[in-house]
């Protein structure tokens, strides 16, 4: 209950700060068992189903196999939703000096970007932002959480260009 | 900022008919800082005496401030008040030596202060050496305005420092730094500046943007950071005087970890484009970039040497995270670091003859400096976070922010002597992070 209070005020906040940032971190922790309920083509669908992101081992921006078949069905869902354009988020844990993180979180988000070109998304339709180690998804100080806030974060919206 | 420097006319102004006294026939006294202060030498500071109705608070306040900077530096030690056999009612009186060569104090500070018809505050004070019975350089006056009363006590402190050290003093200075609130996965982040010593701290932008790593320039006047209030990372720079601020430059891509040169007119940043980040310099008033580095590795963090001709920086050309130093047209870079671990935000230091920097190794962060050439590497610190020095204005202390770890972890300012001694928290009301201190103030 606590939990999802403070994902509300998250968003509430994101919203008020004109912030990208973090609202997709909210769409997916909310209730998995809904990803039926969303239309195929709609941004929830794309965050329950497809999966919005990609995870990093430590230092690294090399996609894993298990990144590269998100990213393959991100493709294909982009290619199928051609009115969408994506802006993708790249993150880092807390383990590195700030502007190192930010040029970490740089490579990742391009390493994404390249990837979805690779397989054929439009690069116009494709945009970047490094958070750094700025917006932790998780936030113990271990490896559990660390693995999960080195990541990139595909955020699809209707019709804005990049 | 402007105004501020505008109002306070600290004159050091010699005051007339001044008493002379011979020099100690063993030279003045002073205190080696070199190799860091083990034993801090003992001074007293009777209150400043009050010279009209209007000063008797101020002169108590305005005394305890000069105090606690020299106790601060831990160069010195105060001999406390309760310790005293006299006082001192009359400025201007001859000093009762016997008094405080008593109780052990090796030099002697001792002040006035009044306020005068047009609200201004006058502070005077002389500073003795106890056991050669002779003052130590010519008395000083500061003249400035009510709100201005704490600099005032900053510049008596730092005329004490230099007479006692020989090296100039860093009170009357100033950091900016960011200024933190909220949960750890929505931090709240504005920039806020304050006193070196944690007083006066006034917000400088709101919190609807995150904001990183503010810089002050060379005459303290501006503030160069990054703002994430078009979206992306972006260098901005923040005029003190008038608080506008504008993007550094109109041209695309993400920019961060700006830092001016020493003359004030050009900027170095990092540049983001492709995922591919390098160093770029950017003439302050035409907005023209020019390419410093052009190699697919990450080049960041750079920081020019006081004499503007190399700049350091941070890259992870050779497999990790690493400090090199190049010309500051460009060109061919030298490593500089070759310890164990990771190194990171190299800044230059004053004195141009060292390089503070992160460390980070096996897991724990270090806040370290070495020479030029990498040698004579010393970590001062140890922790599960510490990141980001600043060196102050002589290049004796450098302050930096330690963040605790889990999930309530959150970042304060710490700082410590290059010496790796005296190490403490700098106060301030939230959380704290990302400081750069600013020169001496003029």
């Known amino acids: 209950m606590k939990r999802k209070l403070a994902v509300v005020l998250t968003a509430g906040l994101l919203a008020l700060s004109g912030c990208a940032g973090g609202l997709p971190e909210s769409g997916l922790g909310a209730d998995q068992s809904q990803a039926g309920d969303f239309k195929y083509d709609t941004p929830e669908f794309f965050v329950a189903s497809i999966g919005d992101r990609v995870l990093f081992t430590v230092d690294q921006s090399t996609l894993t196999t298990e990144g590269m078949s998100i990213l393959d069905a991100q493709a294909s869902w982009l290619l199928e939703n051609g009115a969408f354009t994506a802006l993708i988020e790249g993150h880092a844990d807390e383990q590195g000096t700030r502007e190192y993180n930010l040029a970490l979180g740089a490579r990742r988000a391009s390493a994404v970007q390249s990837y979805l070109v690779s397989k054929g998304v439009a690069d116009n339709r494709l945009s970047t932002v490094t958070y750094g180690k700025e917006r932790p998804l998780e936030i113990c100080s271990t490896e559990a959480c660390w693995s999960k806030n080195r990541r990139s974060v595909t955020v699809v919206s209707a019709g804005r260009s990049s | ?442």
């Open chain 2, 1 to 442: 900022m402007r105004p501020l420097l505008k109002i306070l006319t600290a004159l050091a102004l010699l005051i007339a008919g001044f008493p002379v006294y011979a020099q100690s026939t063993n030279g003045p006294l002073r205190i080696e800082i070199t190799e860091g202060v083990i034993e801090p030498l003992p001074f007293a500071a009777p209150a400043f005496v009050a010279e009209n109705a209007a000063a008797r608070q101020l002169a108590d306040e305005l005394s305890q401030v000069v105090v606690s900077d020299l106790v601060g530096s831990a160069i010195f030690r105060e001999i406390p008040r309760s310790a005293h056999i006299s006082g001192i009612s009359n400025f201007d009186a001859p000093v009762q030596f016997s008094d405080w060569k008593a109780i052990n104090a090796q030099a002697l500070v001792t002040g006035s202060v009044s306020v005068r018809a047009d609200g201004q505050i006058a502070v005077k004070f002389r500073l003795f050496d106890v056991f050669a019975q002779s003052a130590l350089g010519e008395g000083l006056q500061f003249v400035g305005t009510r709100e201005n009363w704490r600099r005032m006590a900053h510049k008596v402190a730092d005329s004490v420092y230099a007479r006692l050290t020989g090296e100039n003093g860093y009170f009357d200075s100033r950091v900016v730094f960011v200024a933190e609130s909220g949960p750890k996965n929505l931090r709240l982040k504005r920039l806020a500046i304050m006193d070196y010593d944690g007083a006066n701290v006034r917000n400088l932008t709101d919190d609807r943007s995150i904001v990183l790593a503010p810089r002050f320039s060379p005459d303290g006047t501006k503030v160069l950071y990054t703002s994430y209030e078009t979206g992306l990372p972006r260098a901005f720079v923040l005029d003190l005087g008038t608080m506008r601020r504008k993007a550094l430059d109109e041209l695309p891509g993400m920019t961060f970890s700006p830092r001016f040169s020493p003359d004030g007119k050009s900027v170095v940043m990092s540049l983001s484009k492709g995922g591919n980040t390098d160093i770029y310099l950017v003439d302050v008033k035409s907005g023209q970039r020019t390419r410093l580095t052009s190699a697919p590795s990450i080049e960041t963090a750079p920081s020019y040497s006081p004499d503007s001709r190399q700049i350091v920086f941070e890259s992870d050309r050779a497999g990790s995270q690493q400090l090199y130093i190049m010309p500051a047209t460009g060109g061919e870079a030298r490593r500089i670091s070759f310890g164990k671990g990771r190194y990171g935000t190299p800044v230059w230091s004053p004195r141009g003859d060292l390089v503070a920097f992160t460390k980070i190794n096996k897991g724990r962060f270090h806040i370290g400096v070495m020479r030029l050439d990498g040698s004579e590497e010393r970590l001062l610190t140890a922790s599960f976070l510490d990141e980001g020095p600043t060196w102050s204005p002589n290049g004796r202390v450098l302050m930096f922010f330690r963040e605790t770890r889990g999930a309530n972890g959150a970042p304060s300012l710490y700082s410590v002597d290059i010496s790796g001694r005296n190490l403490k928290q700098v106060p301030t009301p939230g959380f704290g992070s990302d400081p750069s201190w600013s020169g001496l103030l003029k």
